[in-house]
């Protein structure tokens, strides 16, 4: 699996985090109490745009959750790390 692939996974564990705390409630609402439009916040929901870690702070004030909550996803750390470092030894 290689970094872009890699990348593309993290966007779209986070995207499902969103689409789980954002429940029912419009992009538009969400981004009225944050500074994001309603498309950006579709598009990272949607794995479609990749984005930073303020971005993240700024869905968390929208969703009204602590930016963790966003960021507890389950991904395979032990596959990225031996991507970018064949050395890679898992601890687990």
């Known amino acids: 699996m290689d970094s872009k692939e890699i990348n593309l996974q993290l966007r779209e564990k986070v995207g499902e985090k969103i689409k789980l705390l954002r429940k029912e409630e419009s992009y538009e609402k969400i981004a009225s109490r944050c500074n994001l439009d309603a498309s ?3 598009k990272i929901e949607k794995g479609r745009i990749d984005f930073r870690i303020n971005t993240i702070f700024e869905i968390a004030k929208g969703l009204r959750v602590h930016p ?5 996803i389950k991904f395979s750390f032990d596959e990225y790390y031996k991507e970018i470092d064949p050395a890679y030894k898992s601890n687990s």
């Open 68 to 72: 963790m909550e966003l960021l507890d």
């Open 40 to 42: 950006k916040i579709s």
